[in-house]
């Protein structure tokens, strides 16, 4: 898979639908941290990609008044389960973000360094190659709006429902922007089909 594709749709149960409106209406409570594009990232790391990277988008104008809201503890047990279950994904850690009104998730390419270090600390015996292996879901959680896209590659999508699942190939640049007048809500879970 070279370019954004959408792959799917699972069921968001009523339950988990109530939990991710008190997610966007009290993130901190629910344990979401703000994370600044140009700083604070989930997991300090010395990686020169992501430090380049960091460096780039100050250089371009981004500012510690852009950021998103990331949850990072597996909070939606059923959401996880559905797309293991359903993309064959094991080995796996997930997050949900919040991309709230006038922000947007710069584009990048992902480095999979969580993954890899997981791998080699946890599963040193599992043998797996990134490009052929890795498998990334994003999930949306709440209806799209009017503003809002999700783009790899030279794709844009865009009209989605809740529950509508999104696969991009191996190091595909990819982005979020969020112009509309509602937060974007998303699952994202990161592991291997092997």
């Known amino acids: 898979m070279n370019s954004l594709s959408k ?24 344990g979401g941290k703000k994370r600044i594009h140009i700083g604070s990232p989930a997991i300090q790391v010395t990686n020169k990609v992501i430090n380049d990277r960091i460096q780039h988008m100050k250089s371009v104008g981004y500012n510690y008044e852009d950021y998103f809201i990331e949850f990072n503890d597996d909070i939606l047990i059923e959401v996880k389960q559905d797309l293991k ?18 922000q947007c998730m710069p584009i990048h390419s992902d480095t999979y360094s969580y993954l890899m270090r997981y791998m080699k600390s946890d599963y040193p015996d599992v043998s797996y190659d990134l490009e052929t292996d890795v498998r990334r879901c994003l999930v949306f959680l709440n209806d ?32 979020c922007s969020n112009a509309s007048m509602e937060p974007i809500i998303f699952f994202e879970i990161t592991g291997l089909e092997i």
């Open 85 to 102: 279950s359903n993309y064959n994904i094991s080995y796996d850690h997930a997050c949900s973000v919040i991309v709230p009104p006038g």
């Open 7 to 30: 792959v799917g749709n699972i069921h968001i149960s009523i339950l988990d639908q109530d939990f991710v409106k008190g997610m966007i209406k009290s993130p901190e409570f629910h």
């Open 144 to 175: 799209w709006s009017p503003g809002q896209s999700l783009g790899a590659d030279n794709e844009i999508k865009y009209n989605w429902k809740r529950g509508d699942v999104y696969q991009w190939g191996y190091k595909a640049p990819h982005w």
